[in-house]
């Protein structure tokens, strides 16, 4: 697909909660830098959207090495969200990746419910385009050891604030994967003004050496994300997709167009790359690229026809 | 980023191979850095690992590019397995190396220090050094060695008087023991600085070698790795000041004296 056709958004162009994006591939959380660090192999501004690496309101440090490991054919991290903090990003990072014409939203996430909303505030007037509320990652927890997108009042306090304190930009929740009832949370998070959410975030996971009885990671457990994911991760997508009336956006091993495309069928709006973006910083473009040729192949007009095909 | 072809893979003994690939002269001139390495397919295609593998640039040649592989695990294994003509995709060089660091770098006596696999980086500093160089290569045993033809192939000295080998058991060729111990006799009789490659603990032995005898320290750091460019954050190691340090983007060629080892896990 020629450069100023993906520009021009056409077949491949997607709208969030007001907010047009010239194509449905985001590159993840925390797979994507700041914006500009994996420019020589994919330039920000052919993404539909960037997402930051999380930020909270100071700096965090992160977890001691080792930080990742691998299992069969997927990837367990535990960095511990370490990140510059609001501040630095929007001073430093922002705005030579705006510059670029990129869309740009920003991942948050906090120790306390109200860090969400503060961040949120303090995104408000920024040249940011859209806010993620990171309330699933499964190094960070509640002091009852569940996430805060788990517990449907935390959930509710959250994204209420954050929409309010948003001051009119689009938010995203990404929700955590392994509860009773993701269609609740989902909900919940419609209810309370989101204009999308987004999942799977990584599943709590854990890896073992045998040999000295310890855990592969310095932290412990840490979350699975890769193409093992993949199959419980559109389970999720479509359940939400069916439930909402807001976008879903489908995340979890996508590897290459036709792992995107199955999103779509099962109901996603867009999608985010992020393991892959580790395997091949390049996968995004292929991806978008060639979903436009899947679609002149298959003779569909755009993206509308896949969206929710999925047959049962 | 490119796909480059096998050109070569020579056994070196024990589990050691030279993997050398075809590249496009000129690009890849530089000292300590790594690449990402890759033959096996994308991890919903077919057989291998998720992540591609990082390795020392063992060698420059002219329109050729090698790495010292070990065969540890599947990928290594994959590798340590390639025929001439294979594909493989090549993503670098990547990182910070010595000629960042020094500038004079090629210009000064250096001892090296490689524990193991750390010999990866060594080659092409030994060629760049020339007689400047001299190589302490410690190993647990005999049967990981590589073998001592090529060995002394890597140094400008036709007797190979500029290269000390160790293995911890006195089963290889060499001397019984730990590498640091000639490096220790070395720096009594000769001040230089030290480049040093292998596991933590060689890391931090020759960091107190280095402050006890107040010579200066490159360590070529090594932490499991995801991305190789600075995004996923998975490979940094702690500083002394508190700070972090990506071993792919700030390393993986580090003022060994600027780095935590205590906190480092072995």
């Not at chain 1, 999103?263 to 996968?283: C, E, H, M, R, S």
């Not at chain 2, 994308?42 to 291998?48: A, D, K, N, T, V």
Request: net charge positive; hydrophobic share 40%; glycine share 14%.
């Amino acid at each position: 697909m020629p450069e100023k056709e993906i520009n021009r958004g056409g077949p491949l162009g997607v709208e969030i909660g007001g907010l047009r994006l010239k194509n449905p591939i985001l590159a993840a959380s925390g797979t994507f830098g700041y914006g500009l660090e994996l420019a020589p192999f994919c330039p920000p501004e052919a993404l539909g959207a960037v997402i930051t690496k999380g930020l909270s309101l100071e700096p965090w440090p992160g977890n001691p090495p080792p930080r990742v490991v691998e299992a069969a054919f997927g990837l367990i991290n535990a960095i511990g969200l370490e990140n510059v903090g609001l501040g630095t990003f929007l001073e430093k990072y922002l705005g030579p990746l705006k510059a670029t014409g990129a869309t740009v939203g920003a991942n948050v996430l906090g120790r306390k419910p109200e860090d969400y909303v503060r961040l949120s505030g303090g995104l408000a007037r920024s040249e940011v385009d859209f806010i993620e509320l990171n309330v699933s990652c499964p190094n960070l927890r509640h002091p009852g050891g569940l996430s805060f997108g788990s517990d449907p009042g935390t959930l509710a306090f959250i994204v209420e604030g954050s929409v309010k304190a948003a001051g009119g930009k689009p938010v995203m929740v990404k929700l955590p994967p392994l509860v009773t009832d993701i269609v609740a949370l989902a909900k919940i998070a419609e209810d309370k003004g989101a204009a999308a959410v987004s999942l799977i975030n990584s599943l709590p996971a854990l890896s073992i050496d045998l040999g000295t009885r310890r855990a592969n990671l310095a932290n412990g457990p840490g979350g699975l994300s890769g193409p093992p994911i993949k199959p419980l991760a559109l389970r999720q997508v479509m359940l939400c997709s069916r439930a909402l009336s807001i976008p879903v956006i489908g995340l979890g091993g996508i590897m290459d167009y036709r792992d995107a495309l199955e999103f779509i069928v099962a109901g996603a709006t867009a999608v985010q790359i992020g393991t892959g973006l580790l395997v091949d910083p390049t996968l995004p473009i292929r991806v978008i690229k060639d979903i436009a040729l899947w679609l002149k192949k298959n003779n569909l007009k755009d993206l509308s026809e896949v969206r929710g095909s999925l047959k049962v | 980023m490119i796909v480059s072809e096998t050109s070569g893979l020579e056994s070196l003994g024990g589990d050691n191979y030279l993997l050398t690939l075809s590249v496009p002269e000129g690009r890849f001139a530089a000292l300590g850095r790594f690449a990402r390495l890759r033959s096996w397919p994308m991890p919903s295609l077919g057989p291998g690992t998720l992540l591609d593998r990082p390795f020392s640039i063992h060698g420059i040649g002219r329109g050729t590019l090698s790495f010292l592989i070990r065969k540890v695990g599947p990928a290594t294994a994959l590798l340590a397995g390639l025929a001439k003509g294979d594909p493989v995709r090549v993503i670098g060089p990547l990182g910070t190396g010595l000629d960042d660091l020094d500038p004079a770098f090629g210009e000064k006596k250096w001892y090296l220090v490689a524990g193991g696999a750390g010999l990866g980086p060594m080659g092409s500093l030994m060629a760049a050094l020339g007689d400047r160089a001299r190589l302490f290569y410690g190993e647990r045993s005999g049967k990981s060695q590589v073998g001592s033809g090529y060995l002394r192939g890597l140094s400008r000295d036709a007797d190979g008087s500029g290269i000390v080998t160790t293995t911890e058991d006195g089963t290889g060729y060499g001397l019984k023991g730990l590498v640091t111990e000639p490096l220790l006799r070395g720096l009594g009789e000769e001040k230089r600085p030290i480049v040093a490659c292998g596991p933590p603990g060689l890391l931090a032995a020759a960091a107190r070698a280095a402050l006890d005898h107040g010579v200066g320290y490159f360590a070529c750091a090594e932490a499991r790795m995801a991305c190789g460019l600075g995004v996923c954050l998975s490979c940094t190691l702690p500083k002394l000041d508190g700070s972090n340090f990506r071993v792919c983007r700030e390393g993986p060629m580090v003022d060994g004296l600027s780095l935590d080892w205590d906190r480092i896990r072995a």
